[in-house]
């Protein structure tokens, strides 16, 4: 698990690296700059590249010129350096830089407040004008020429945090930032890169290890982390010589009607999948046929709900495709009011419970509730921002003790104890129907396998996307969620037998 921290946070790790390492200031600059630089030149390999490096007058700035330098040494032909001063108030590390560049004879342009930016000739432009020394919206002349750069439509690519972009706390709507194609950071993603708002100023991000002390990071509060593939192959078990069906639980599913009984074959299948004892399907009798016929490995339960032998299931999934009229209500009450065991609310029957509050004040705790951003607002009333919506899965979690997975491109899972793990495993590959259904079932799954439901979240967010992943890379550019639901296996033994 790797903590996510705040840019406070990170200019202490920043202190500490340097005094207990320990590292001149400018040392841990120029390694920083080394980083980006190994990585950048995937991005752009050409080196006739005409490449303009646009600097701010601090540590931000100073990179860029050390990366000005760096870009130099490595042969790249057209590399010039134009410096926005904004600010008379310059850094140590920055004035260094500067000689360096300056010894170099590279050209460097320096533009006052009051100037007005040439029209950028470069077809790569480095923005290295602020970074995470942020401490308020761009304005004035820095605002101008953010606005100005981003009209030209560059290819851009941001040192540590596009400029304007605060890490951790939301930028207003009419607030000017850099658009950039790849912001090369630092350490750790910020906060503000896992939100969706980022989408209109980021279009990737990627991290680089500049070598600050990670004990020290790891040993910062932080109720933010990121899920990393060796905190889930700590998760899995492996199955045992002479374990049976009966060792891994029997889960029931409930969802579906006539129309949407592919969503009960989703969520059944991919529970099948993920390795589950024994699979139930309460559904409507006229989709025992679909059943049947495609999953003949699932069982049926049909009829009255008050036949429902629930002692018999290890956990439940309830919800999708199952429509929110009476009998689904009726449904999701006796749901509430007879199974024991965990439990995972999705689709429908969260807009059941959104739509009663006294409901929702009966699910049990540790249970796992899927909402996707609209079943979320629904559920816990609208939000302005994202950075709100953290802070809602946050109190809601910790008060009502449920494990909440917000699903989005990163998906964030909210734990009782108040920590929030971002997942960054899966693709956009994945924005297609019936994706929600197959998390459901492979959360279920592992429930009634005996995980806690923590675990069971945290596993099966990250096996679902690490599943979308591997099917884009096998050349799927959508991914149907069939194909998900019946790949998951295989991703689950990669991930197990790589431990
Ligand atoms: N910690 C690390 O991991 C490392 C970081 N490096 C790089 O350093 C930057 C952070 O550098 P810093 O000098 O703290 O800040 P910036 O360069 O981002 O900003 C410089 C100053 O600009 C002023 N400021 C802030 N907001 C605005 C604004 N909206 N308009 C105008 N000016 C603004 C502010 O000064 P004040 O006097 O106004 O308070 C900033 O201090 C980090 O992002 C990395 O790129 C290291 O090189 C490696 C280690
Ligand atoms: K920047």
């Known amino acids: 698990m790797q903590k996510i921290i705040s840019a406070v946070q990170t200019r202490l790790a920043d202190q500490f690296t340097i005094a207990n390492e320990p590292i001149a200031s400018i040392d841990l600059m120029e390694r920083a700059s080394v980083a980006f630089v190994s990585r950048f030149i995937e991005e752009v390999p050409l080196k006739t590249t005409m490449i303009a490096v646009y600097c701010g007058v601090g540590n931000n700035g100073g990179d860029g010129l050390a990366i000005a330098r760096l870009l130099a040494a490595k042969s790249y032909m057209n590399v010039k350096v134009i410096i926005l ?55 004035g002349s820095l605002k101008k020429w953010v606005e100005q750069l981003n009209q030209q439509k560059k290819h851009v690519i941001a040192v540590d945090i596009p400029t304007g972009m605060f890490a951790d706390e939301p930028n207003s709507a009419d607030s000017v930032v850099v658009k950039t194609d790849l ?106 046929v679909a059943l049947n016929t495609r999953l003949p490995e699932v069982m049926a339960a049909i009829g009255e709900v008050d036949k429902i032998q629930w002692e018999k299931y290890s956990a439940v999934a309830i919800g999708p495709g199952l429509g929110t009229d009476d009998h689904s209500i009726e449904i999701l009450k006796s749901t509430l009011k007879n199974f024991r065991g965990p439990c995972v609310f999705d689709a429908d029957a969260l807009n059941v419970l959104s739509a009663d509050s006294s409901l929702l004040d009966l699910v049990p705790e540790q249970s796992v509730l899927t909402p996707h ?17 953290v802070k809602t899965m946050q109190k809601e979690s910790t008060e009502r003790e449920l494990i909440i997975v917000l699903k989005n491109r990163y998906t964030l899972i909210a734990s009782p104890t108040g920590m929030i793990y971002f997942n960054l495993t899966g693709t956009p590959a994945m924005a297609s129907g019936g994706m929600g259904d197959v998390l459901t ?24 996307g690490k599943a979308g992943n591997e099917l884009e890379e096998l050349g799927y550019s959508v991914i149907p969620a069939s194909k998900l639901a019946r790949r998951i296996n295989k991703t689950i033994g990669k991930v197990r037998s790589t431990k």
């Not at 950028?120 to 432009?125: C, D, G, K, P």
Request: overall charge negative; proline content about 3%.
């Open 85 to 139: 001063q904004h600010s008379f108030k310059t850094t140590i590390d920055f004035e260094e830089n500067l000689r360096r560049v300056q010894q170099l004879k590279l050209p460097v342009h320096i533009f006052q407040s009051e100037d007005v930016l040439p029209i950028e000739t470069s077809e790569v432009i480095i923005d290295a004008i602020l970074g995470s020394g942020l401490n308020k919206p761009l304005e």
């Open 441 to 464: 079932g492979i959360i279920v799954s592992l429930l009634a396998q005996g995980y806690s439901a923590i675990q069971a979240a945290m596993a099966g967010v990250y096996l679902h």
């Open 183 to 288: 912001v090369i950071s630092f350490q750790r993603p910020k906060l503000n890169f896992l939100l969706p708002e980022s989408a209109s100023v980021i279009k990737r991000w990627h991290v680089v290890d500049i070598g600050l002390d990670e004990h020290f990071i790891q040993s910062c509060e932080s109720e933010l982390a990121l899920i990393e593939e060796k905190d889930i192959q700590s998760i899995l078990k492996k199955r045992d010589n002479f374990s049976h069906k009966g060792t891994y639980g029997h889960s029931l599913i409930i969802a579906g009607q006539e129309e949407t009984m592919g969503a009960a074959l989703l969520t059944a299948e991919a529970c099948l999948n993920t390795g589950s004892g024994l699979t139930t399907a309460y559904v409507p009798s006229l989709g025992l």
């Open 373 to 389: 951003v609209k079943e979320f607002d629904r559920l816990f009333g609208a939000h302005e921002n994202w950075t709100q919506r």
